[in-house]
């Protein structure tokens, strides 16, 4: 990994990045949109390096946060940020699959639900030779229903999937959440200025 250092994240708290991994603003939107208030079972999917988990336990330190990611690479800078941040007790980072989640973490289980995932459907637009930039921007290891239906496993009666995506596919992704019996409930777009058009949403849904 090429250029690794360490950027602040407010309040004491400081995440490793490189140039093959690193965070957006939508990131910070969507962690915000979908923070966890108080003693909270949480997970992200596709954490990258691990910017979420991290934010979130900027204020609160009684979260208990598992943060699934299949790039190795991008798994061990996490961990370097978890221990950087002495944050082992709150946030734990899995090497995994989001599609082979089941029998690794429990069914039912978790209040929170997040993935920030890529924008592109496979084979859509430009495609990036880089094989992480291509994982984060396009859906080559994984689709819409299969963030959805494993949220929707992972998640108890009540529980919330937050996600981002770029307005075009909005219809998408209510679509599968209904699929896999999550509800959509709050959705909150987002504008660069009052002028344009919106560029990302924020939808809220529970199960």
């Given at each position: 990994?090429?250029?690794?250092?360490?950027?602040?994240?407010?309040?004491?708290?400081?995440?490793?990045?490189?140039?093959?991994?690193?965070?957006?603003?939508?990131?910070?939107?969507?962690?915000?949109?979908?923070?966890?208030?108080?003693?909270?079972?949480?997970?992200?999917?596709?954490?990258?390096?691990?910017?979420?988990?991290?934010?979130?336990?900027?204020?609160?330190?009684?979260?208990?946060?598992?943060?699934?990611?299949?790039?190795?690479?991008?798994?061990?800078?996490?961990?370097?940020?978890?221990?950087?941040?002495?944050?082992?007790?709150?946030?734990?980072?899995?090497?995994?699959?989001?599609?082979?989640?089941?029998?690794?973490?429990?069914?039912?289980?978790?209040?929170?639900?997040?993935?920030?995932?890529?924008?592109?459907?496979?084979?859509?637009?430009?495609?990036?030779?880089?094989?992480?930039?291509?994982?984060?921007?396009?859906?080559?290891?994984?689709?819409?229903?299969?963030?959805?239906?494993?949220?929707?496993?992972?998640?108890?009666?009540?529980?919330?999937?937050?996600?981002?995506?770029?307005?075009?596919?909005?219809?998408?992704?209510?679509?599968?959440?209904?699929?896999?019996?999550?509800?959509?409930?709050?959705?909150?777009?987002?504008?660069?200025?009052?002028?344009?058009?919106?560029?990302l949403f924020l939808l809220e849904g529970r199960r």
């Amino acid at each position: 990994m090429k250029n690794i250092h360490l950027e602040p994240l407010g309040n004491g708290i400081q995440i490793y990045v490189s140039e093959s991994y690193h965070f957006s603003t939508d990131t910070i939107l969507l962690a915000d949109f979908a923070k966890p208030v108080g003693k909270k079972k949480c997970v992200e999917l596709g954490t990258g390096c691990g910017t979420i988990p991290l934010l979130w336990c900027r204020h609160n330190k009684v979260l208990e946060i598992t943060a699934v990611e299949i790039q190795e690479n991008a798994c061990e800078l996490a961990q370097k940020s978890v221990d950087y941040n002495n944050l082992n007790d709150n946030i734990k980072i899995l090497n995994a699959d989001l599609k082979e989640l089941k029998g690794v973490l429990p069914s039912g289980y978790y209040d929170v639900v997040v993935c920030n995932p890529p924008y592109k459907i496979g084979g859509g637009g430009i495609t990036n030779p880089e094989s992480s930039k291509l994982i984060a921007r396009h859906e080559s290891e994984c689709t819409l229903d299969d963030i959805c239906k494993t949220a929707s496993e992972l998640l108890q009666f009540g529980g919330k999937f937050c996600i981002c995506q770029r307005p075009e596919r909005l219809a998408d992704v209510m679509e599968s959440m209904r699929k896999f019996s999550i509800e959509p409930k709050t959705l909150r777009l987002v504008q660069q200025r009052k002028e344009k058009a919106p560029k990302l949403f924020l939808l809220e849904g529970r199960r």
